[in-house]
């Protein structure tokens, strides 16, 4: 089944399980398989057409349900970007037969046509939790529930979604404006003053800005979670952590990546609060530390951090006072 998305889309593992394939394959580009013991018996799921960079695990790496895997691309025989996607019960390397996946998607919360469901990922021997966050609402939720977004894909920031841009022209530096402009587009929650207050907050628009803790640019990204979500916004090949456009879009597309965990928590009765400073406070402190505190965390640079940015926002909002 192929799916269309735009070329550096997150790809979410369909099921539990362990990488067994992770690389070049013919036709492919380059493909990752999953295998997966469900009811006793292996069960694969195959993603295809990755470039090289959007492979982001590796063979005999222990995946969960929802955690990104790569990224959506064009490559091998491809005519455009889109996600091939396989369920092969037996496995697809040992000769079992594909099935057609939407009944199964839709059997495991993840309809096609990007609807919601009850979201009751297939079960796997193999349980692990997100890497360096117990608590991600990606780990806990499935797929069609905590990306919105259909089989596997979440969206990524592109022109024509979320809400109108509301930044005050001439409000930001130059290089930044038109780049918080289109970021602004990824999801309603994240406005473009709410994005220039956080690029305030965090480096004062320093695309070199670094920090003790290691994370760097003007979004100031630890390199683990940039590896996992940057963005290459001018078609590159590549995303570069100190390139503005890269570290604005990336700032928005896991600014609405929080967006989505902190509403999910809040209709699970697992987090409560104002959205806007769960979805900071998780960037912050990160969604496990929220999740911990059923709210923003309690640290003192945190609760600075949700205040802050909201404030500072409503100096760079079209009309002042909103943001």
């Not at 996600?83 to 199964?104: K, S």
């Amino acid at each position: 089944m192929d799916l269309a998305a735009a070329a550096g889309t997150a790809i979410l593992a369909a099921t539990d399980g362990t990488v067994a394939a992770a690389g070049p394959a013919s036709g492919f580009g380059n493909w990752i398989i999953i295998d997966t013991q469900i009811g006793g018996s292996l069960l694969s799921t195959v993603y295809g057409h990755m470039f090289d960079n959007g492979v982001n695990v590796t063979v005999g790496q222990q995946v969960q349900t929802g955690q990104r895997i790569g990224a959506v691309g064009s490559n091998g025989e491809a005519t455009g970007p889109h996600l091939h996607f396989e369920v092969v019960p037996g496995g697809r390397q040992q000769g079992g037969q594909q099935i057609d996946p939407v009944p199964w998607l839709a059997q495991h919360g993840a309809p096609v046509d990007g609807s919601d469901a009850a979201a009751t990922p297939a079960a796997s021997t193999t349980t692990v939790a997100a890497p360096g966050d117990p608590k991600s609402s990606r780990a806990k939720y499935g797929i069609a529930q905590a990306a919105g977004f259909a089989a596997g894909c979440m969206p990524v920031a592109v022109d024509g979604g979320g809400s109108a841009p509301d930044l005050r022209p001439g409000s930001v530096p130059p290089a930044f404006e038109p780049w918080i402009l289109r970021a602004a587009k990824t999801c309603a929650e994240v406005t473009g003053p709410l994005l220039a207050g956080q690029l305030e907050q965090e480096s004062g628009f320093n695309p070199d800005a670094g920090s003790p803790k290691g994370a760097q640019g003007a979004a100031q990204f630890l390199l683990g979670t940039w590896a996992a979500y940057g963005v290459d916004a001018e078609g590159k090949g590549y995303a570069d952590i100190h390139s503005i456009p890269d570290a604005v879009m990336t700032q928005a597309r896991y600014d609405c990546d929080q967006v989505q965990s902190a509403k999910n928590g809040l209709a699970q009765g697992t987090l409560h609060g104002d959205l806007t400073e769960l979805w900071l406070s998780m960037y912050n402190c990160g969604p496990g530390g929220t999740f911990e505190s059923g709210g923003v965390c309690q640290n003192a640079e945190t609760l600075n951090y949700v205040k802050n940015i909201p404030a500072l926002a409503t100096k760079y909002a079209a009309t002042m006072g909103g943001a």
